[in-house]
């Protein structure tokens, strides 16, 4: 069975930065795409960047700029850098790995922009 663990997020101070981490366990192949979504307190679930097998990357409006997404495919891992962070980033963060068959989401690490 194929799951995800992410790790980096915390709390952090207006203007900060956070990277954080995804990586699969287990047996999984032919990832298609890889991304981060989240989801605040109140509110629905939003895309905050996927990057497909190929190296396509595609970001949330209230992100551009500031956060960049990376794969690693030899160790089925992404990663999210996170810049310039504000209060309304604040959420939890839930990675997901989607292939021709499969389709896998993260337990979700908290993400807390506040001074």
């Known amino acids: 069975q194929v799951q995800l663990v992410e790790s980096g997020g915390g709390l952090v101070q207006p203007g900060g930065s956070l990277r954080l981490s995804c990586a699969a366990s287990g047996r999984i192949f032919s990832i298609n795409t890889m991304g981060w979504y989240r989801q605040a307190p109140g509110k629905e679930r939003e895309l905050v960047a996927v990057i497909s097998s190929t190296g396509m990357r595609n970001y949330g409006d209230s992100v551009k700029g500031r956060f960049t997404i990376s794969r690693d495919n030899a160790k089925n891992t992404v990663l999210l850098q996170m810049n310039s962070l504000k209060p309304e980033d604040t959420a939890v963060y839930y990675c997901?790995?989607?292939?021709?068959?499969?389709?896998?989401w993260g337990q979700g690490t908290l993400v807390t922009v506040s001074s």
């Open positions: 997901r790995f989607r292939t021709d068959s499969l389709e896998v």
